[in-house]
């Protein structure tokens, strides 16, 4: 067993503590994680594996050490004082209703809700009397809570329910068919369906898409050949028949299908990766038609958003990295006949419709513009927003009256609006009411310069009239992949933190979506390194800005952002106090061989490529930059032992690396949630646990031995 002492740290408004620390102590006895050498050899190269046996998500001996793991984690994570402080704040912060924007399907208009603590949201519904009912509750899925909601999708008639469900976490999904009069189950479960929408075709049956199931390890195995399937109503899932994907022409990691509104036509799209698409359709009112091809490369991102007859409109970022609108005839929709309909601007285009409208949805600086086109492509208006944030929604049927849309901003909970799309007037449709202040804090759009000297935004936010003394806690979170925008949204944890007088700062990292695709790029492959940059000159402003120092600096990401936080602080681990790892891409020279990680060699190319990759991917990977001799921050992992997007085997080898290699006295922990996925469907009893740890580690190993503002005893009001 590896030991280590760890003093319990005063408070920083004493001004010594040596005695105290003489007296306290937090005994940390690593569990003897055993080494079991994998030598593989790319280009030449020796790289040893020690812990390649913890990628066995099946084995008893993985099991026993995820056990022993746990428990010294929460050993360490029970003794720290405040820790149930945290946790019964976020409960009383989380405890107020949610209300989502509403839909309307057949007779009813659904809304989801929450009452406030509960695991999972229930879908209700009304009639125009407006009584309400509950229509599907996902907390009598399972007792413990660990089984999820996934997407829910209606027949035309809106008289039958097709839902999607998640058992632990997993991104393997059962669909089940409910009639929506009687809410009783029309037939059986349709099992082993992964990475799938669910798209009806008139009443009669609809589309869906799924792998064959791996060999080996559900969780882990490799999954490359995704495949449509059409399930009509009444018949076995062993007779749905394969629409797309069959034939080896047709292999592709990711294939997808959707209708179009007026059920004429199927829309299928194929791709290898998380970036770029092939595009197909077919004419469902001719039962002679052929798949029509429409982009045959994946060079672009394009889709079909709506239809009129034969005319198409499609987003694009072809040759135009910020998007922009077409239109073409589906008799010949190949890209020589496209014509411009909404022109790429400078910023980046989103785009929804309904009502007989499109909504035109720009990010500003990563904060939301929406602009109002009639399908003409005239500009109706701009819609003014309640204020500077982040808007969605602006979509529904052709023939709606109304629509919804929500806002939010790092210091504002999500409210709901309904919307008047002839004048563009809108009343509030739904408030929370939340024991939270906005007026309390303040929210600050900055620019700073990157290493080389590109211009990065990030929002600052954080109680008003705290002092810029360098001694603020402060979370600075990152993602920066996969063409996704961090965009300003409420989050009730964060609020915790900033009661506590914490800072939260995000910037937009190289490798989102912010700015197109030109950003995109410039952080992927072999410009991986421009994100991690990035980050660090963030966290390089906040300490020159005194917002901070490396003594109250946490740095937090997950999935790609979980590399990010492994990538930064094993290259610069003298910049912050904590480091906060969550469900991470961590083993760069096998993430490919898991599940659909070889998707994502878009953003990241993976160590077969070639030598130039592979030393590339080798010098930044955070489990193979783990070094002897090192003081690493404070470091808490966390994962789900179910996870079969990043599997948990990343989590564990770096763990395993850094309570190896570790000089000093900061804990290097690792917190699995057991019966648990990547993220999406958590229970609201396991995300509160979470953060009420995380925020505890983090303050403890800041040197808090005392909530630097304890919780109030009630609730206002």
Same mark, same amino acid.
């Given at each position: 067993?590896?030991?280590?002492?760890?003093?319990?740290?005063?408070?920083?408004?004493?001004q010594s503590?040596?005695?105290e620390?003489?007296?306290?102590n937090?005994?940390?006895?690593y569990p003897?994680?055993a080494k079991?050498?994998?030598?593989?050899?790319?280009?030449?190269t020796e790289?040893?594996?020690?812990y390649?046996?913890?990628?066995?998500?099946?084995?008893k001996?993985?099991?026993a050490?995820?056990?022993?793991?746990?428990?010294?984690?929460?050993?360490?994570?029970?003794?720290?004082?405040?820790r149930s402080q945290l946790?019964d704040?976020?409960?009383?912060?989380?405890?107020?209703?949610?209300?989502?924007t509403?839909?309307?399907?057949?007779?009813?208009?659904?809304?989801y809700?929450?009452?406030?603590?509960?695991?999972?949201?229930?879908?209700y519904?009304?009639?125009?009397?407006?009584?309400?009912e509950?229509?599907?509750?996902?907390n009598?899925?399972?007792e413990?809570?660990?089984t999820?909601?996934g997407?829910?999708?209606?027949?035309?008639?809106?008289?039958t329910?097709?839902?999607?469900? *998640?058992? &632990?976490?997993?991104?393997?999904?059962k669909?089940?068919?409910?009639d929506?009069?009687? /809410?009783? $189950?029309?037939? +059986?479960?349709?099992?082993?369906?992964?990475?799938s929408?669910?798209?009806?075709y008139?009443n009669?049956g609809?589309?869906?898409?799924?792998?064959?199931?791996?060999?080996?390890?559900?969780?882990?195995?490799?999954?490359?050949?995704h495949?449509?399937?059409?399930?009509?109503?009444?018949?076995?899932?062993?007779?749905?028949p394969?629409?797309?994907?069959e034939k080896a022409?047709?292999?592709?990691?990711?294939?997808?299908?959707?209708?179009?509104?007026?059920?004429?036509?199927?829309v299928?799209?194929?791709?290898?990766?998380?970036?770029g698409?092939k595009?197909?359709?077919?004419?469902?009112s001719?039962?002679?038609?052929?798949?029509?091809?429409?982009?045959?490369?994946?060079?672009?991102d394009?889709?079909?958003?709506? *239809?009129? &007859?034969?005319k198409?409109y499609?987003?694009?970022?072809?040759?135009t990295?910020?998007? /922009?609108? $077409?239109?073409? +005839?589906?008799?010949n929709?190949?890209?020589?006949?496209?014509?411009?309909?909404i022109p790429?601007t400078e910023?980046?285009?989103?785009l929804?419709?309904?009502?007989?409208?499109?909504?035109?949805?720009?990010?500003v600086?990563?904060v939301s513009?929406?602009?109002?086109?009639?399908?003409?492509?005239?500009?109706?208006?701009?819609?003014?927003l309640?204020?500077?944030?982040?808007?969605?929604?602006?979509?529904?049927?052709?023939?709606?009256?109304?629509?919804?849309?929500s806002?939010?901003?790092?210091?504002?909970p999500?409210?709901?609006?309904?919307?008047?799309?002839?004048d563009?007037?809108?009343?509030?449709?739904?408030k929370?009411?939340?024991?939270?202040?906005?007026?309390?804090?303040?929210?600050?759009?900055v620019?700073?310069?990157?290493?080389d000297g590109?211009?990065v935004?990030?929002?600052?936010?954080?109680?008003?009239?705290?002092?810029?003394?360098?001694?603020?806690?402060?979370?600075?979170y990152?993602y920066?992949?996969f063409?996704?925008?961090?965009?300003?949204?409420?989050?009730?944890?964060?609020?915790?933190?900033?009661?506590?007088?914490?800072?939260?700062?995000?910037?937009?990292?190289?490798?989102?979506?912010?700015?197109?695709k030109?950003?995109?790029?410039?952080?992927?492959?072999?410009?991986k390194q421009?994100?991690?940059?990035d980050?660090?000159?963030?966290?390089e402003?906040?300490?020159?800005?005194n917002?901070?120092?490396s003594?109250?600096?946490?740095?937090r990401?997950?999935s790609?952002?979980?590399?990010?936080?492994g990538?930064?602080?094993?290259?610069r681990?003298d910049l912050?106090?904590?480091?906060?790892?969550?469900?991470?891409?961590?083993?760069?020279?096998?993430?490919?061989?898991?599940?659909?990680?070889?998707?994502?060699?878009y953003?990241?190319?993976?160590?077969?490529?070639?030598?130039?990759m592979?030393?590339?991917l080798k010098?930044?990977?955070?489990?193979h930059?783990?070094?002897?001799?090192?003081?690493?921050?404070a470091?808490?992992?966390?994962?789900g032992?179910?996870?079969d997007?990043?599997?948990p085997?990343?989590?564990?080898?770096f763990?395993a690396e850094?309570?190896?290699k570790q000089?000093?006295?900061?804990?290097?922990?690792?917190?699995?949630?057991?019966?648990?996925?990547?993220?999406?469907g958590t229970?609201?009893?396991?995300?509160?646990?979470?953060?009420?740890?995380?925020f505890?580690?983090?303050?403890?190993?800041?040197?808090?031995?005392r909530?630097?503002?304890?919780?109030?005893?009630?609730?206002?009001?």
């Open positions: 067993m590896k030991k280590l002492i760890i003093p319990i740290l005063c408070t920083i408004i004493l503590c040596k005695e620390q003489k007296q306290r937090i005994d940390v006895n003897e994680t079991k050498a994998v030598i593989d050899t790319i280009f030449g790289v040893i594996d020690n390649r046996w913890l990628e066995d998500d099946r084995s001996e993985t099991e050490w995820v056990k022993a793991e746990n428990e010294v984690t929460f050993n360490y994570l029970d003794k720290i004082p405040y946790k704040r976020l409960e009383q912060l989380w405890n107020y209703e949610k209300v989502g509403p839909f309307i399907e057949g007779d009813y208009t659904y809304f809700k929450n009452d406030g603590l509960q695991n999972h949201y229930v879908l519904r009304k009639k125009d009397d407006g009584k309400e509950v229509f599907l509750d996902p009598t899925f399972a413990d809570g660990t999820s909601l997407s829910v999708s209606f027949s035309k008639d809106g008289k329910l097709a839902y999607s469900i *998640s058992e &632990g976490g997993s991104d393997w999904r669909i089940l068919v409910m929506a009069e009687s /809410k009783t $189950i029309k037939e +059986d479960t349709l099992v082993d369906v992964k990475f929408g669910i798209s009806w008139k009669e609809f589309y869906y898409s799924s792998y064959d199931k791996p060999k080996g390890s559900e969780l882990s195995a490799k999954t490359d050949q495949k449509l399937y059409y399930h009509k109503l009444g018949t076995s899932q062993k007779n749905d394969v629409i797309f994907g022409s047709e292999k592709h990691r990711y294939v997808g299908g959707y209708l179009t509104e007026d059920d004429k036509y199927l299928i799209t194929a791709s290898t990766s998380t970036s698409n595009l197909f359709i077919k004419n469902l001719d039962n002679n038609s052929k798949l029509i091809t429409v982009i045959n490369n994946f060079d672009s394009t889709y079909i958003v709506e *239809s009129r &007859g034969s198409l499609l987003t694009t970022n072809l040759n990295p910020n998007r /922009k609108v $077409i239109t073409v +005839d589906a008799a929709p190949t890209q020589e006949n496209w014509k411009d309909f790429e910023n980046v285009l989103s929804n419709s309904g009502a007989g409208y499109f909504f035109a949805k720009y990010m600086d990563a513009k929406v602009l109002q086109y009639d399908f003409e492509g005239n500009l109706i208006r701009e819609v003014k309640p204020g500077v944030g982040s808007a969605g929604g602006f979509s529904g049927k052709a023939k709606a009256k109304e629509l919804y849309f806002f939010t901003n790092y210091n504002t999500t409210s709901s609006y309904k919307f008047n799309p002839k563009g007037t809108y009343t509030s449709y739904w929370p009411a939340i024991d939270f202040n906005s007026d309390d804090y303040e929210s600050k759009q620019f700073y310069a990157s290493k590109t211009k935004p990030m929002i600052i936010t954080h109680k008003k009239g705290i002092k810029l003394n360098g001694k603020n806690p402060t979370i600075l990152g920066g992949g063409n996704i925008s961090l965009t300003p949204s409420f989050s009730i944890t964060n609020s915790v933190w900033m009661e506590q007088g914490g800072v939260y700062a995000v910037p937009n990292l190289r490798g989102g979506g912010e700015y197109g030109k950003w995109h790029v410039a952080g992927t492959k072999m410009k421009n994100v991690f940059d980050f660090i000159a963030a966290a402003y906040l300490i020159k800005e917002y901070t120092s003594d109250y600096l946490a740095i990401g997950g790609n952002g979980g590399l990010l936080v990538a930064t602080m094993t290259q681990p912050m106090k904590v480091a906060l790892p969550a469900v991470g891409v961590l083993d760069m020279l096998r993430y490919h061989t898991f599940t659909a990680g070889a998707g994502w060699a953003d990241y190319g993976t160590a077969d490529d070639n030598k130039e592979f030393d590339y010098g930044y990977s955070p489990v930059n783990v070094k002897e001799g090192v003081s690493y921050p470091t808490m992992v966390t994962t032992d179910h996870d997007r990043v599997v085997a990343h989590s564990f080898k763990a850094l309570q190896d000089t000093g006295n900061n804990p290097t922990l690792i917190r699995i949630e057991t019966n648990a996925g990547h993220g999406a229970p609201v009893t396991k995300t509160i646990e979470q953060y009420a740890d995380i505890g580690f983090t303050l403890f190993n800041m040197g808090f031995d909530l630097p503002n304890p919780p109030k005893s009630k609730i206002k009001g």
